[in-house]
């Protein structure tokens, strides 16, 4: 394999660093009174010096700090240029390839994992790549069989949802944040909760699986052989060659994408905080109707939010409801719970008290959390809301609380959710109870539950050449009979004692239990995974051996982890497009 002469090899800086920048930006943060996202600032002209060499004068360029969404990576002057075509992408690339560069795609920084750039790494040699000035068209091409959406890789959700909505169409499911671009949804496979109700008939153009199985097509920036340069091609889904790009985890660059869009449809959207969660993760066989499964079954999308060291946790539960129920609220925009998108002084206080190291206040915390969503429900009249499907799926704002999570898709039969979440739920407060009588409290953020369909080729109406090679949600064709992943999340604020051992702890417990005719697990892109004791995305053995088997088992030989791996090195065979973490997770 052919490495170009600005390629970093891998080294120990993927691991998150302690960085001083991490505890006075959470501190300053707490004293706001809210722990929230906000831009990162560009650096001062007189700061940027050294221009990359023989950069195309046609292209703007300038330095400016990077930080993903948790503030765990940083990187403080790195060069980053604005592409106002694809053509200009295709620029961009060809002239790295000449110069020694490495070129990385940049959209909203809404991410947690080292796929743009790795904590520690230096901005030596790295150009980013801004999509979200200039790469945002959107062109709806409806109505069809199916009807479908043209967008740019800069387009973000919310403006890609709402001009579908004003079209009359929208998706079954999507990331609950809207601040994210298409390309990046796409590259790691982003997903909502959904899987079809008992008794539900699926709506054409859509899909229960993740954004990227409804990809018609797209365009992505590849080297050709022929002419010795990168070009601009474009993959149809019913050819094979496209099956390693649909899900790439950033060792590609898709300039366009055309997806597939179905009717648009109402929900319903209510929210329990009056179920304990003995009932709600009960054993299978007991808690009656008041299960986490007789919820999916009922209505087939539903979430929970669990804060630690509480009895009932935050249920969502969306139903398609093409009629407003009496009782519920008719809204017209996303973003209803208000009461999540900051945080009140009484919580902001008990931050900055976990940040200077008391953790014995991580009970209060997790209360109070739940005391302001209970409240927040009641006071802001958002306990059943009704509306088009964009204004419920959409409810996590920039200014919400910064955390880290880790993740996991468990790959089982529908049969099998409820004793899915029951055994985590119980593993999961068992640890935290062993954790706390040592008195360490490494979680401080919530547990999160979500349970999606799988990238079933068939809900795409075109010709397909099969499911995303790198998805978490493709299909096993050695187990037919599992048709759900149960997703499975826990937050925590950077830097929290501890809590880099507590998610090795639950890693290592997760693969070693959800396993042979039983489920499966890969994990969540765009989480956290791969840890030890002191670091994320750290172990060599589930970097190199671990997730690799995971795409590997139960695959068609020439149609697995390896071949997706052939694919993108075929496409970019330099690495341009790729960094030092990504050197090791897709060699």
Not at 10 to 39: E, I, K, Y
Not at 135 to 154: D, E, F, K, R, Y
Not at 344 to 371: D, H, M, R
Request: hydrophobic share 40%; net charge negative; proline share 7%.
């Amino acid at each position: 394999m052919t490495r170009h002469q600005g390629s970093q090899e891998p080294d120990s800086s993927f691991a998150r660093t302690n960085s001083l920048s991490r505890r006075q930006f959470l501190a300053g943060a707490a004293a706001l009174g809210a722990v929230g996202w906000t831009p990162v600032f560009g650096v001062t002209s007189a700061a940027a010096s050294q221009t990359p060499p023989n950069f195309p004068a046609s292209i703007a360029l300038y330095k400016q700090a990077f930080q993903n969404w948790s503030g765990e990576i940083m990187v403080d002057d790195v060069w980053t240029c604005v592409p106002q075509t694809s053509d200009d992408v295709v620029t961009v690339a060809n002239w790295a390839l000449a110069n020694g560069y490495r070129i990385r795609p940049r959209g909203m920084g809404h991410t947690w994992t080292p796929l743009t750039v790795p904590a520690g790494s230096s901005s030596a040699n790295v150009v980013l790549v801004d999509t979200t000035q200039h790469l945002t068209t959107v062109t709806i091409n409806g109505p069809g069989s199916p009807a479908t959406v043209v967008a740019q890789a800069g387009v973000t959700m919310d403006v890609l949802l709402a001009t579908l909505e004003q079209a009359g169409y929208g998706l079954t499911a999507t990331p609950a944040p809207g601040d994210l671009t298409i390309g990046g949804v796409l590259a790691i496979d982003g997903h909502g909760t959904a899987i079809p109700a008992q008794g539900e008939t699926p709506v054409p153009g859509h899909t229960y699986g993740s954004v990227s199985n409804l990809i018609v097509s797209l365009t992505a920036v590849v080297w050709d052989p022929s002419s010795g340069q990168y070009i601009l091609r474009t993959f149809a889904r019913s050819d094979p060659a496209t099956r390693a790009l649909l899900v790439h985890i950033g060792r590609t660059f898709v300039t366009e994408v055309t997806l597939q869009v179905g009717i648009n449809t109402r929900l319903r959207c209510q929210s329990r905080v009056d179920i304990s969660a003995a009932t709600l993760f009960a054993a299978p066989g007991s808690g009656g109707s008041q299960t986490f499964a007789s919820f999916v079954e009922s209505a087939g999308r539903v979430e929970t939010i669990w804060f630690p060291f509480t009895s009932n946790p935050w249920l969502k539960v969306w139903t398609v409801s093409p009629t407003k129920p009496l009782s519920a609220r008719e809204v017209d925009s996303p973003y209803n719970y208000v009461f999540s998108d900051t945080i009140p002084k009484v919580a902001s206080n008990l931050i900055s008290e976990i940040e200077a190291g008391n953790g014995a206040v991580t009970p209060t915390f997790g209360q109070t959390q739940y005391s302001i969503v209970s409240a927040g429900l009641v006071s802001t009249d958002t306990m059943d809301i009704w509306g088009w499907s964009k204004n419920l799926l959409l409810y996590i704002r920039p200014t919400t609380l910064r955390v880290t999570a880790n993740g996991y898709a468990v790959l089982t039969n529908r049969g099998n959710i409820q004793r899915v979440v029951s055994e985590f739920a119980a593993y999961y407060q068992s640890r935290l109870a062993a954790y706390q009588a040592q008195g360490s409290y490494p979680v401080n953020g919530a547990m999160e539950i979500r349970v999606t369909g799988l990238d079933v080729p068939g809900d795409v109406e075109v010709p397909s050449a099969g499911s995303p090679q790198l998805s978490a949600l493709r299909p096993r064709p050695d187990h037919p009979e599992w048709n759900v992943a149960v997703w499975l999340d826990v937050l925590t604020i950077p830097g929290t004692p501890q809590a880099d051992q507590f998610y090795c702890d639950l890693e290592t417990w997760i693969f070693g239990n959800y396993t042979g005719s039983y489920a499966a697990v890969r994990p969540e892109w765009s989480k956290g995974w791969a840890y030890t004791n002191s670091a994320t995305w750290a172990d060599p053995t589930v970097l190199t051996s671990t997730i690799p088997n995971a795409y590997r088992v139960g695959q068609m030989v020439g149609d697995d982890w390896d071949a997706a791996i052939g694919a993108l090195d075929a496409y970019d065979p330099h690495h341009i497009f790729a960094n030092a973490f990504l050197d090791t997770l897709l060699p």
